[in-house]
């Protein structure tokens, strides 16, 4: 394409025509050489996908230690059960490989901890520290790998006594990959405050930046699929596609009106919005097709396949549509988001400012940076023998136990909190294990919190209004004064109620903190398209919302409303009894770690 601008250029002219046709291209240099200078609002976008790509890059490595630990793991069960003689474990340095990365993730990282001037010192500040645990989990990942090479190399393991160990090494390899992703979780959602908080575009009416709004629906759905498939909670699954799959006929049914206006090189050539956006379209559909699959398929395990269905389908039919090693759905996503990016589009086309300028390629050059979106990493999960053979038996008793979530009664250590109370008055609450019982854990919350602690709280029955504006929530005696006042009464207006706590969350919204809506029912009210609206607005302004349901009950769409109310909110579904309500509650305001 180069060749052909400059061919179409030197073609012989008047010499009048000729310098006024220099002159013109010089002058259109200067003013694309002013243009082309980075505004501070890109560059520090620019410096946000830095630990989005460091945190790509990373979850790119553990795909191949993810298998190589599987491959592993059931040769250890084999020589366990004396069905085999020999172990053998390659130890690949992947996170240092160059053909496997554009850029080396440890000079990425290098390059985010010294820093951007472009973000804030407190900015940098807390996305270092966030950054710093996930390369620990990484180097620590690495050294236990390094172990069990050694393991295998020194031939170890003949001495069968020493198989425990082994089975120890990939316990704590579990735990490492269930820590390396919440580490990555904790990044990301620091990354995305900032970028809102900051530098979210302003620019929306630009067809690149509408389409990365409307296209996150659809990545949010994916994300809570492959949570599900992890967590082996898949009965949401089939929600969760219907909602895909409505989606991705909007997006067809209306792919002209989307992209209208934008220039187009050809649907075989690779930056062409066209192309890109029915990527993005088709990796969705791909999607959609495997968790199809995943419903209404047969599985049986067996010593060659020792996992479960939701185990299977997570880390490979499933992921591998997401991620960037299956030119995936957020590979696609993050290649479709750099045509913002107008300058740069037409230096990778090789376009001479000329042909911009004098209109002759409609190309819109302006630049927007966009935030890429994180990945997801594959889940290791070691299998243990189902007979056990070994003469010092110890193979079974050294499996570890699972993770136990804090249940210290402190908020030490725990980010600062900004929780809104959404709280149901209706006449329907008005039973000892419903509002009283809500008021009791309150009052017990109150009793852990810092100065730093933020509450507000909302009420919703026939109309709803704010009772308590935020305050620090060691003004403990104004708090339960309004508590107490708190009567059922009336019917349900959820709209309104749902309305006035995202405005109280929004306006009072702590930096990197716990921002979280906590609406208490019993489920009796109707969850309209308005309401629903509101919620999908704050979706990606780091505010959650939780969902607890108060008193017994059978009603199967009461539940499922509730269940759709925490799934949009991006927040957690709990139902309440006397036993769990303190505990519950105080989980809520230990959900995110300083």
Known sequence: MKYYFENQF????????????????LLTHFMSQAQSKISPRNQAVDALNGYVQYTNETIHALWPIYEELMNFNLQLNYYSEEKSKFLSFQNEDHWNKSSSYEVIPAEIYQKCMTGHSALSETDRRVLNQRLLVLKETVD?????????????????????????????????????????????????????????????????????????DKFQPAIHWCKLILDDLDNEETSNISFYVQELEALIENYKTHQDENLQGLYRFGSSNGLDPYWRYERVV????????????????????????????????????????YNRYGLGLIRSYNDFIELADGKGVQKEAEIPDYYIQNKSIKLDVSTTVLLHQVEEPHQYKVFYPKSNKL?????????????????????????????????????????????????????????????????????????????????????????????????????????????????LANEHFIKNGNNRIILASDGEFGLDKATEAIIQENLNRGIVLTVFLFGQTKNEHVIEQLQRFALLGKGNFQEITPENAKQTLLKEAQSIKK
């Open 282 to 321: 088709r990796n969705l559909e791909a999607i959609v097709s495997r968790c199809h699959s995943f419903l209404t398929s047969e599985w049986r395990e067996n010593n060659y396949k020792p996992y479960s269905k939701a185990y299977y389908y997570h880390n490979n039919d499933i992921i591998n549509k």
């Open 391 to 503: 003469e010092d038996k110890p193979v079974i008793s050294v499996k570890p136990e699972p993770d136990k979530k804090s249940t210290d009664e402190t908020l030490e250590g725990y980010a600062d909190n900004h929780l809104v109370f959404l709280l149901d008055v209706s006449g329907s609450m008005n039973s000892h294990e419903k509002l009283p019982l809500l008021k009791e854990a309150f009052s017990y919350l109150l009793t852990l919190t810092r100065p730093e602690d933020k509450v507000a709280i909302v009420s919703y029955s026939g109309d709803a209004r704010i009772e308590l504006n935020t305050v620090s929530a060691t003004e403990r005696k104004k708090i339960e004064s309004k508590l107490d006042k708190l009567k059922s009464e009336g019917g349900t207006n959820i709209r309104r109620g749902v309305s006035l706590a995202y405005q």
């Open 140 to 212: 620590r990942i690495q050294l236990s790998r390094d172990s069990i090479w050694h393991f295998v190399q020194e031939k170890v393991y003949l001495q069968r006594t020493n198989i425990a160990w082994a089975y120890r090494q990939l316990g704590l390899l579990e735990k490492l990959f269930n820590q390396y992703d919440q580490a990555k979780d904790n990044l990301y959602a620091t990354v995305q405050q900032v970028y809102l908080t900051h530098y979210k575009p302003t620019n929306t009416n630009h067809r690149i930046v509408a389409m990365a």
């Open 10 to 25: 030197a073609k012989k002219q008047t010499p009048i025509k000729l310098i006024v046709q220099v002159l013109f291209f």
